[in-house]
């Protein structure tokens, strides 16, 4: 893998999308293909293992002795997004929305929400999904290329800490020596203050990417703009890929944090025979490809994937099913 400063290699991209002005998945995801998945981000469940979990009331209300020894026993574990519908008793679809299966008053928090048997469930990240699983799902997108070395990622430009910027250059607006005196004191305090001080250079500070990538083009996709790698898909197929990711962590890392590195907004083989995209804001992965690719992703066990037809919404309110 390696940072491209060419982000014509995916000008194709933006061909295919809509603005974020058309409500679809079209905004990010591309049209034109024969079928397409959404493969759903694993949730979180907290359980008693062999009981209910106690209600708020009911943990309010306990001994604190006795409390402590059930927290002990709290068990956290993924959890799938037909077993929490099943959980609430609502109903999981292609375009299910998590605040809808999980049942939200309109004011309520949908990120943690406590089923009727008391297990509480903790909604899905959103842009990424556990590293192994991205590995699984590689696996077949692979299988389902004739460029299985060759392709691209990119990543979207906005993770923390991801690119370095320069900080503390003067402002662009002219300075004026007016007779004011208010305004003289507030500029001869602005020149002395060390903090504030409008001659200062800027400083370059550092991040996980160089500056040369820092300061790189970019691919503009519409609402997006993204760091370009080429990369083989075959990298991905391997639960440490991280190792590997040219955005890989490591000044946390060196302050003692496992290896780590962003999940890619985006990853296509260079036949463009498929597109994975993990949008940062959604909380499922949408692959557009063949529809034999996409009948082999839902039927492994090991992703909960459904088919989704073009032009499928995922808007908040798109989850008609579940109102």
């Known amino acids: 893998m390696e940072w491209t400063a060419d982000p014509s290699v995916g000008a194709w991209l933006r061909e295919r999308l809509e603005d974020d002005s058309v409500a ?56 799938t997004w037909a077993e929490t519908a099943r959980a609430f008793g609502t109903t999981m679809h292609a375009r299910a929305q998590w605040h809808r299966i999980v049942k939200t008053p309109t004011d309520g928090d949908w990120r943690t929400r406590a089923a009727p048997d008391g297990r509480e469930f903790t909604s899905p990240e959103e842009g990424r999904m556990p590293p192994a699983l991205l590995a699984g799902l590689a696996a077949h997108l692979v299988a389902h290329t004739t460029t299985p070395d060759d392709g691209c990622a990119a990543l979207w430009e906005g993770w923390g800490g991801l690119l370095g910027f320069s900080a503390g250059a003067p ?5 004026t020596a007016g007779d004011d005196p208010i305004h003289q004191e507030m500029l001869g305090r602005s020149i002395h203050d060390p903090f504030n001080n409008v001659f200062r250079k800027p400083v370059w500070h550092d991040g996980i990417l160089s500056r040369e990538i820092s300061e790189g083009p970019r691919l503009v996709l519409p609402g997006r703009e993204h760091v370009l790698f080429t990369a083989a898909p075959r990298a991905f197929d391997d639960p440490d890929w991280v190792l590997d990711a040219p955005w890989r962590d490591r000044p946390m890392e060196q302050h003692g944090f496992a290896p780590q590195a962003q999940h890619p907004s985006l990853i296509w083989p260079a036949d463009r025979a498929w597109v994975m995209v993990s949008e940062i804001d959604f909380d499922s992965t949408i692959v557009a490809g063949s529809a034999d690719l996409i009948r082999t992703l839902c039927a ?24």
């Open 24 to 79: 679809t998945m079209h905004c990010v995801v591309p049209h034109g293909y024969e079928a397409y998945a959404r493969v759903f981000h694993p949730a979180e469940v907290r359980s008693l293992p062999g009981r209910d979990v106690p209600s708020s009331r009911d943990w309010q209300r306990m001994p604190v002795a006795e409390r402590d020894e059930l927290f002990a026993q709290l068990v956290d574990s993924p959890a």
């Open 171 to 175: 402002s662009r607006s002219p300075l």
């Open 300 to 323: 492994d066990d090991r992703l909960e994937a459904l088919p989704l037809a073009e032009g499928s919404s995922l808007t908040w309110d798109s989850d008609e099913v579940n109102r």
